[in-house]
């Protein structure tokens, strides 16, 4: 009796722990799963560098492989002929600003007296021509002169009237100054110019090739000496920061994940757990990329995921495959 007691509670015992284990037979509900694995790669992020003028490469300081910093100098063009350039430009712009101090300022007071003095001389001219005119006006009815000296005395002063009036006006000129419609022309000649130089200097600044970021040099196209045309690949330039890593994450996990949370980050033969943030999700749904597609995949959809790894170092490369733990994802809901 106690035998068959000892084995039914056996039986009993047996079952328990076998319904603990498979969860009531798969009809009692399990543990929420909250860890989300996630595949992708390094994201592989370059920039083709070149000079925005043409011209002959004179210096190229550094080669393949090189780490550089924001704002290093990288390579340099001859600027022997930009240089001319910049000095015709410099003495059209002090050419053009005399000119428009020139009509800004006006006539000078020794401008104005000379012809004050114009205008007296004329006046002397016209008064002994007036008087010859004056005396001989009676003298030619009764035939003191003749005619041919007449008409030339009254030639004589009427010249004289004229060059009286035009010193006049030459003074008179001179006295209300520059017009204003000359002094706005004289500004918008300047003004072209001081934009010519700057537009000059310009490209005298862009024969320098500086890193617009820190990143390591991939390739170096071109050689000193080279001829380059405006926009011709010099230098590749790899941007491995921040690094990022591109990943996808199914439908069905969609609510399991979003921007903020905090994930760990391995790739295949590297010891290494890194720290990184989910920093971007996609707003839309794309078919299953053709680098992580598999037969089983191929019609599912998928969302971008962009992670921000917190602290990267060499070992992790751009373009390897990574793998995404989030350890912190939202429990799974099972239908």
Do not use: C
């Amino acid at each position: 009796m106690n035998r068959r007691r000892l084995i039914v509670l056996a039986v009993v015992v047996v079952l328990l722990l076998v319904g603990i284990f498979t969860r009531g037979f798969g009809l009692m509900p399990g543990r929420p799963e909250t860890e989300l694995s996630l595949f992708g790669n390094v994201d592989i992020r370059e920039v083709d560098m070149g000079f925005r003028v043409g011209g002959r490469i004179a210096a190229i300081g550094v080669d393949e492989g090189a780490r550089v910093t924001s704002g290093q100098l990288l390579a340099t063009l001859d600027t022997a002929t930009i240089e001319s350039r910049v000095a015709e430009a410099d003495a059209r712009v002090a050419q053009a600003q005399a000119g428009y101090d020139k009509a800004r300022n006006g006539a000078r007071a020794q401008d104005i007296g000379q012809a004050r003095a114009r205008v007296a001389a004329a006046q002397a001219v016209y008064d002994n021509a007036q008087r010859d005119y004056a005396r001989r006006q009676a003298l030619v009815e009764p035939g003191a002169i003749s005619r041919g000296l007449w008409e030339q005395t009254r030639a004589d002063r009427d010249r004289a009237a004229a060059q009286l009036a035009e010193a006049r006006q030459a003074l008179s000129l001179l006295q209300a100054g520059t017009r204003r419609e000359d002094i706005e022309a004289a500004a918008a000649e300047l003004k072209s110019a001081q934009a010519a130089r700057t537009s000059v200097t310009t490209d005298r600044s862009d024969t320098r090739l500086v890193a617009a970021s820190a990143g390591t040099v991939v390739t170096r196209a071109r050689e000193p000496g080279a001829i380059v045309q405006p926009g011709e690949t010099v230098l590749t330039l790899s941007i491995d920061r921040p690094m990022r890593v591109r990943a996808y994450v199914a439908e069905t996990d969609l609510s399991r994940v979003s921007p903020g949370m905090k994930v760990q980050v391995t790739a295949d033969g590297n010891p290494k757990t890194y720290r990184g943030t989910i920093g971007y999700i996609a707003p839309r749904a794309e078919f299953t990329p053709k680098s992580v597609e598999t037969e089983n995949l191929r019609t599912d959809l998928v969302y971008q995921v962009r992670v921000i790894v917190d602290d990267p170092d060499d070992a992790l490369r751009q373009g390897q495959p990574v793998t995404i733990r989030v350890v912190g994802a939202r429990p799974r809901h099972e239908d």
